[in-house]
């Protein structure tokens, strides 16, 4: 098994390449030895630091997936506790951040999209973002795949908008015209102690997988747009505190929050290419 091989598909390839299904196919399968030699061949290339995983052995996890949405060790990642400011969602980096002019969001140089297509075409969900701001942050492969919330909020509604399978690094940011919207993606849309706010799961190539905590699996196997709402209040309402896991991604991905207008100021030290860490001081309530 070649793992720089494997490497580069897990960073560069496309829906189209054949190397795809075989990577897929390494990720979900129980191969014993097979998978804990990937495990262990992944963790050295990309110099994962295993003593921040709940179970550090390579040898504990049956496939790839589970090593790759690893939990957390407790403590590894503490939650910013003061009210007025939000928390990291993810490990990553940031891509772009800033306000949303005219419905446009900046995905690279040179290169930008909507605020509709990126939710998948309902206006209303679209609205609630004008002149707001937004964060996307990429989560390299050797990354804490799981995403949290930045605060308390309530699940209103969750749009599965079907799309391309393109890889979401920088690389790919800068030369694909409206990755964000064209990849498929999972929209959720939560009300919170400080106004509206959107988690754009966006997929990426190889496998694709998409969880949230409320509706497991939700891609693959989906092919068309579906969208659920939820109720706002009562027993079946679905409440998420500050920090708490609210989904995951397997093998690759990006996540653009969206908030209203005048309601959050990101950290002033945050740009393009800001190493972020769950939990961290991500922005102020205004």
């Keep these: 098994m070649n793992f720089d091989n494997l490497k580069i598909a897990f960073q560069y390839a496309l829906p189209k390449h054949g190397v795809s299904k075989l990577v ?3 990720a979900r399968a129980k191969l014993g030895f097979v998978t804990t030699g990937l495990i262990k061949s992944f963790v050295k290339a990309y ?3 295993m003593d921040e995983a709940k179970h550090s052995d390579p040898a504990y996890f049956k496939t790839f997936n589970d090593f790759f949405t ?6 590894v990642r503490p939650i910013i506790k003061d009210e007025n400011k939000l928390a990291h969602p993810v490990d990553g980096a940031v891509s772009q951040l800033g306000p949303i002019k005219d419905g446009t969001l900046v995905q690279a140089k040179n290169h930008y999209y909507s605020t509709l297509e990126l939710v998948g075409g309902d206006q209303a969900i679209a609205d609630k973002f004008e002149d707001g701001d937004f964060a996307t942050i990429y989560l390299a492969p050797s990354d804490y795949h799981r ?9 209103t509604d969750m749009i599965y908008v079907p799309g391309d399978a393109f890889s979401v690094n920088p690389l790919t940011a800068a030369n694909v015209p409206n990755l964000f919207a064209r990849n498929e993606r999972v929209v959720c849309i939560f009300d919170t102690e400080i106004g509206p706010m959107a988690m754009v799961l966006v997929g990426a190539t190889i496998v694709r997988s998409i969880e949230t905590v409320w509706e497991g699996n939700i891609t693959p196997p989906r092919g068309t747009l579906k969208q659920w709402t939820y109720p706002s209040d009562g027993d079946d309402a679905i409440v998420l505190d500050k920090g708490e896991e609210m989904g995951r991604f397997k093998l690759g991905s990006t996540v653009v929050c969206l908030f209203g207008k005048d309601k959050i100021k990101f950290v002033e ?5 800001s190493v972020t860490r769950l939990g961290e001081h991500f922005a102020d309530v205004v």
Excluded at 147 to 155: A, D, E, F, S, Y
């Design 47 to 49: 110099d994962i630091n």
């Design 24 to 26: 897929g196919f390494l």
């Design 269 to 273: 030290e945050l740009t393009a290419g």
């Design 147 to 155: 995403l949290h919330m930045p605060v308390k909020g309530t699940l």
């Design 70 to 75: 690893r939990e957390l060790a407790e403590g």
